[in-house]
C-alpha cells in the first residue's frame, strides 16, 4: 500500500515539469535546482511507486506507461494547487473568484468580448484570466486543468469534454479594394479559394474547415501566408497578399479600418459554430459556472 503521506507537490510538479519537456535538465532549470538533485527526487519518485516511470536516453526522457497514467493524475493535482493558491490570492485581494478560460481567434475576434464584458456587469468581483489560444490547445488546457473553459470549433476532437453551442456565425470571404472579386457580391467557395490565401496556423479549426472545403470541391487551398490573429490576416490582404476566410463578425470591423472588401461565399457549408468546452459542469467554479450559464441563457 502506497503511503500518501510521501508524495510531495513539489517533485509531483518537477515530474510533470520534465514530461512535458522530454528533459531531466530542463525541469531541474524550470525549478531552479541542479540536475543531479532533480534526478534523486525522480529516482525516490519511482521508488516510492515501485516502478520505472520514465525511460532514460541520449536524447533526453520519455514516460514509461506507468508514468503517463502518473503524469496525466499529477497534472489535475497540481491544476488543484494552483487553483487554491489563484483562490487565496483573490481572497486576499478582495476577489470573489476567478474566471479561467481559453478562447480562439474566431471567439476574441467576435462575440466573446461583448460576452465578457456582460460578465464583468454582472460580477464586477470576478478576475477574468482569458487566454488566445487555438482550438486544440484550448481542449488540451481544459484537459489538464490550467483553465476551466475553452471557446472552440465545432470540428476539433473533443473527447470527454461537455460543450455547450456558444455562437454561430458565416464564414465571408475578404478581399482588397483592388481585387477583381471585390465587385462581386457573392462568390462560390472554388472561386474564392482558387486564389492564394491568407490564414491563420494550418492546425487552427478554422483553416481546417478551409481546407475541407477546398478539397470538397476538388482544390488544393494555396496558403501563400499564415499568422496568428485576424488582424494580422486582414493586414496582409489589405496589403495585396492574398485573400481570407473568416467570420463575418471579425470581417466586419476591418472593411472600414482597412482597405478591404467583404464577399459573401456560397456553394459550401460557411456555418461557423464554435462551443464552449468544459471537463465536467459538476466540477466548475462558481465563477466558470456563471459564465456557462449566461451563454445558455
Known amino acids: ?21 522530454g528533459s531531466l535538465t530542463a525541469g531541474a532549470d524550470r525549478f531552479g535546482i541542479s540536475l543531479a538533485a532533480a534526478s534523486k527526487r525522480i529516482v525516490e519518485l519511482e521508488q516510492h511507486c515501485g516502478v520505472a516511470l520514465l525511460v532514460r536516453g541520449q536524447r533526453g526522457v520519455t514516460a514509461t506507461a506507468e508514468g503517463q497514467t502518473l503524469h496525466r493524475h499529477a497534472i489535475e493535482v497540481v491544476a488543484r494547487l494552483e487553483q487554491l493558491v489563484q483562490a487565496v490570492d483573490d481572497l486576499q485581494g478582495g476577489s470573489s473568484g476567478h474566471l479561467r478560460l481559453c478562447a480562439n481567434p474566431s471567439a476574441c475576434g467576435g462575440f466573446l468580448p461583448a460576452l465578457l464584458a456582460r460578465y464583468a456587469e454582472r460580477y464586477p468581483m470576478v478576475c477574468i484570466e482569458l487566454e488566445d489560444a487555438l482550438s486544440e490547445d484550448g481542449i488540451r488546457a481544459v484537459q489538464k486543468g490550467s483553465v476551466e473553459l475553452a471557446v472552440i470549433g465545432d470540428n476539433v476532437p473533443r473527447e470527454g469534454l461537455e460543450v455547450v453551442l456558444c455562437d454561430v456565425d458565416e464564414l465571408v470571404l475578404l478581399v482588397p479594394r483592388s481585387h477583381p472579386l471585390s465587385q462581386q457580391h457573392t462568390v462560390t467557395i472554388k472561386e474564392a479559394l482558387a486564389h492564394d490565401q491568407v490564414a491563420l496556423a494550418r492546425s487552427a479549426s478554422l483553416t481546417r474547415k478551409v481546407i475541407a472545403a477546398a478539397e470538397m470541391v476538388g482544390l488544393t487551398l494555396k496558403i501563400r501566408v499564415q499568422v496568428r490573429s485576424f488582424d494580422a490576416m486582414c493586414r496582409m490582404v489589405a496589403s495585396g497578399l492574398g485573400v481570407a476566410v473568416l467570420p463575418l463578425a471579425a470581417a466586419q470591423l476591418y472593411v472600414q479600418a482597412l482597405d478591404v472588401a467583404l464577399v459573401r461565399l456560397t456553394g459550401a457549408d460557411v456555418e461557423r459554430r464554435l462551443l464552449l468546452a468544459m471537463r465536467q459542469r459538476a466540477q466548475l467554479s462558481n465563477a466558470a459556472l456563471a459564465l456557462v450559464e449566461l451563454v445558455e441563457a
Open 1 to 21: 500500500m502506497i503511503n500518501l503521506n510521501r508524495f510531495d507537490l513539489v517533485t509531483l510538479r518537477l515530474f510533470v515539469a520534465v514530461v512535458d519537456a
